[in-house]
């Protein structure tokens, strides 16, 4: 930031977590909506490996990039393949101006509609986060760029879906990080986050509230991520995996969990054949 550069992915809670513990758990902000995943973002990597030796994949420039792309593989691995030492990711400008339009929605299909309105180019939020207040929608579409780029996206939200709340500036600033920082906490309380097609974020919160209505899903609908904090059984979770879902459970046991592929174990005992680090071999 102090040399006019952001970075990716802005995970909720920056200063609680590590740039190694995000990669590893292949964890994306609510801005992926505009710069894509962690994993597309990773130059380099400089990892510990189960015969403890150190070694390097990828390099710090784009252009030094050479090999195969071991940390594409690595990203997202959740430290079962190895132990990450350094990273090296590209970077992007720093916005010049920020704007967020909060609207505020009487049921999940209304605030949906909106998401969807949204989503057409040329308008390209950078986030759009959606969260239960009580028997509430709240949708928060953050635009940020250059001067000129806001103004213009903010004229297409105005012209696409009317009765927004704006804010500017530092402003905007605050509540884009509050907005980002709803996302529930790591916890010992059961979780469930989830990766799912757009088209079918409607869907996967209607049953998460079918199974616990009193929840307070969180969601980046247009990238098709869910977050919430919920007891888990098997069922709601083979009932999520047949919309396609990914499904992650966290703070509880998964035993509907799908069991490693042919392919993942093989890596798994090729990379790592003692089973030094977490994850079946």
Known sequence: AAGGHRLTPDVPRPRETTLGGVIADGLSGGDRLRFGPTRHHVLGMRVLSSDGKITKTGGRLVKNVTGFELHRLYAGSGGSLCLILEASLRLFAAPAARACATFSCSSLEAALDIAERLSAPPLEPTAVCLSRKDSSWSLIATLDGRSERVERERALVEERARGAAWCEGAEADALYATARDEAPKETEAPALRLSVRP???????????????????????LAGTVEV?????????????????????????????????????????????HGLFCGEA
């Open 199 to 221: 088209s079918r974020v409607q869907q996967a919160l209607q049953l998460l509230l079918r199974h616990d209505p009193n929840s307070a899903p969180y969601a980046h609908p």
């Open 229 to 273: 904090v919920t007891d888990v059984d098997s069922a709601l979770c083979a009932e999520l995996r047949a919309l396609g879902a990914s499904v992650r459970v966290r703070g509880a046991a998964d035993p509907g969990a799908a069991s490693a592929s042919a392919l993942d174990g093989r890596l798994k005992r090729a990379v790592d054949p």
